[in-house]
């Protein structure tokens, strides 16, 4: 099967030339794995941060969010049969989907939305996962609830912003308040329903003040947590929330004593990862993300589409992403 793989660690500077298309054997399905033909896939900032930290002897595959069908099934596979189309966003520790075929436990899978094509799909499953659970089970967000609160998401333009501001608007009674620095990205924003957006090269609580709001019940932080840190605890109401997403080098809990603040990671890979006892509960929310989309509640994040699934796209796909100037997904199609 085609494949694209890196095969070096960097040493200096990117290694994002080393992402190269190679020929690999079809792998067999056995227990509660599905083989899945990859048709679409995604690329995410886990993508470039796996790429970047590659050190090891054999070439891996990448890659974290595909839409595919099913071409066979293991023994204990009780959900899906051969030629269904679905969805995922796939296991850390597992070849990704930068593949023609790939191996994906069932109890993270879930049927696509019938009304978005392969492309448009694909944007959406390690984003919409995160959010999801960043929201309800992090946050402790109550679906048609916490009216009276307000939600701010610094970075809202992103992957996981763009589905998590579609999300907190449609399915909850809160104030959405988005984080964007540019016009695109501000409009692209306020189209994914928020109520406000605030550029967050300003000082947070500053820039909040200027629409009426002086202080938020919860915060989604998802890049630059570090460099935001001072500003989302001064913009938190006291015995409020805070939930992330990325990897600050240092992040000092000691400050949030004073109001009680409360701080919550986000890791969709955890229950793949863990094998937890509650790990199909991510096929289950993925089953509702589509059947919301199927209803027009939500919409796909699709921002650009970069053509056929090739090492020489992945590489443009992986640079832009570094930039942090991406706006919604970008998607590959087809090998």
Same mark, same amino acid.
């Given at each position: ?20 298309? *190679? ?16 048709k679409?896939?995604s *690329?995410?900032? *886990?993508?470039t941060?796996v790429r970047?930290? !590659? ?6 595959v990448?890659?974290?969010d595909?839409v ?5 099934v ?34 993270i899978?879930? %049927?696509?939305?019938?009304?978005l ?9 390690? /984003?919409?996962i995160?959010?999801?659970? %960043? ?9 048609n609830g ?28 809160? /104030? ?14 306020m189209?994914?329903?928020?109520h406000h957006?605030?550029?967050?090269t300003?000082?947070?609580a500053?820039a909040?003040a ?9 915060v989604?932080?998802?890049?630059h /947590? ?18 992330l ?23 969709? !890979?955890?229950?793949?990862m863990?094998?937890?006892s ?6 289950? %929310? ?22 056929a ?5 992945l ?7 570094? /930039? ?10 087809? !090998?």
């Amino acid at each position: 099967m085609k494949a694209i793989v890196i095969t070096r660690a960097a040493s200096e500077g990117s290694n994002i030339q080393f992402l190269q298309d *190679v020929t690999l054997p079809v792998p067999a399905a056995q227990g509660h794995d599905l083989l899945i033909e990859v048709k679409a896939v995604s *690329v995410n900032p *886990v993508d470039t941060k796996v790429r970047a930290g !590659f050190n090891a002897d054999a070439p891996r595959v990448l890659g974290w969010d595909a839409v595919g069908v099913v071409k066979a099934v293991g023994e204990k596979v009780s959900l899906f049969s051969p030629g269904d189309e679905v969805w995922y966003a796939g296991a850390l520790g597992r070849p990704g989907s930068n593949s023609e075929f790939q191996l994906v436990d069932e109890r993270i899978v879930a %049927l696509k939305p019938r009304t978005l094509s392969h492309a448009a799909a694909a944007a959406l499953p390690l /984003t919409a996962i995160t959010a999801w659970e %960043l929201l309800f089970d992090r946050l402790g967000i109550k679906e048609n609830g916490n009216e009276g609160d307000t939600l701010l998401i610094v970075g809202a333009a992103g992957g996981v912003g763009s589905i998590l501001t579609q999300l907190a608007r449609k399915l909850t009674k809160m /104030t959405v308040i988005g984080t964007a620095s540019r016009p695109e990205s501000q409009q692209w924003v306020m189209d994914a329903g928020a109520h406000h957006t605030i550029d967050h090269t300003r000082p947070l609580a500053e820039a909040l003040a200027e629409i009426g709001i002086k202080n938020v019940t919860h915060v989604a932080s998802l890049n630059h /947590t570090e460099h935001h840190y001072a500003q989302i605890i001064q913009a938190l109401a006291p015995q409020g929330k805070l939930a992330l997403i990325d990897d600050p080098d240092t992040l000092d809990a000691r400050p949030l004593k004073a109001k009680s603040l409360s701080l919550h990671w986000e890791f969709m !890979f955890t229950r793949s990862m863990f094998e937890t006892s509650d790990m199909i509960a991510q096929h289950q %929310l993925l089953t509702r993300v589509a059947q919301l989309i199927d209803e027009g509640v939500l919409k796909t994040t699709l921002g650009e589409h970069y053509g056929a699934i090739t090492a020489e796209n992945l590489q443009k796909a992986h640079a832009w992403i570094e /930039t942090g100037r991406s706006v919604g997904k970008i998607v590959l199609e087809g !090998f």
